[in-house]
């Protein structure tokens, strides 16, 4: 789209692109979302206990989940779906809590699955990717990393051993500190690590602090989006955009 603006002698400065980014910001166009969230936002909010709203078809109900499910399916003039057949609850069961089909004939034993060691590898997935765990370095080079698999076998006992989450949060974020002396709180912290990282040192002393403060930002980040559920990348530059 910039073809017509480029000047017919290549050794002439590309005015171009530039000119259109003049015209743009001399326009004061919104960059931004008109309101941040500030203090008030819903899920800054201290969890309450809701009112379990009132339905009509109080049969279906077998539990207070039920009544909100209901509630708004019948404010959008739905019915429910059919109840699944045995074998189908069966295998969605198996599915959700282990990720793995279930053998012929099985009949769906809750605490059996809850106690299998699949259940742990199944559900542990989820938390190694919001972790951004990788096996390997990335960038271009992408080095190994043969020791990765510690981090992932510690997250997969801790969920097989219905590790409390605040225990889970606080070993992760800084196990070392707390208990010193046991190797699997240690272990925990490969949380604050277990990121991107560029295995091409720089020569220079400006590039090494450079890279030191991505590594730093990198850590600050994904605590904040994994346990406060804010981004604070930005404000290594500029306030936010949208959080507070």
Known sequence: MFDSFY??????????????????????????????????????????RPEVPEVQNKKWVRNPIDNFVLAKLEEEGLVPAPEADPRSLTRRLYFDLI????????????????????????WAR?????????????????????NAWAYRDWVIDALNQDMPYDRFARLQIAGDVIEPNDPGAITATGFLVCGAFDGLKPSGDKQRKIMRQDEMEDLVG???????????HCARCHDHKFDP
């Open 7 to 48: 000047p017919k002698n290549n050794n002439h400065l590309m005015i171009g692109p530039w000119l259109i980014l003049v015209l743009i910001l001399n326009l004061n166009l919104p960059i931004c979302a008109e309101e941040r969230a500030s203090s008030d936002w819903w899920s800054l909010q201290q969890v309450k």
């Open 126 to 146: 989820h938390w190694l990717d919001v972790a951004r765990y990788g096996e390997s370095n990335g960038f271009e080079y992408d080095q190994l990393r043969p």
């Open 222 to 232: 994904t605590v904040s989006q994994t346990f406060l559920g804010l981004t604070v």
């Open 99 to 122: 990720g793995l089909p279930p053998e012929p004939d099985s009949l769906p034993e809750i605490e059996k699955l809850l106690a299998s060691p699949h259940y742990g590898e199944r």
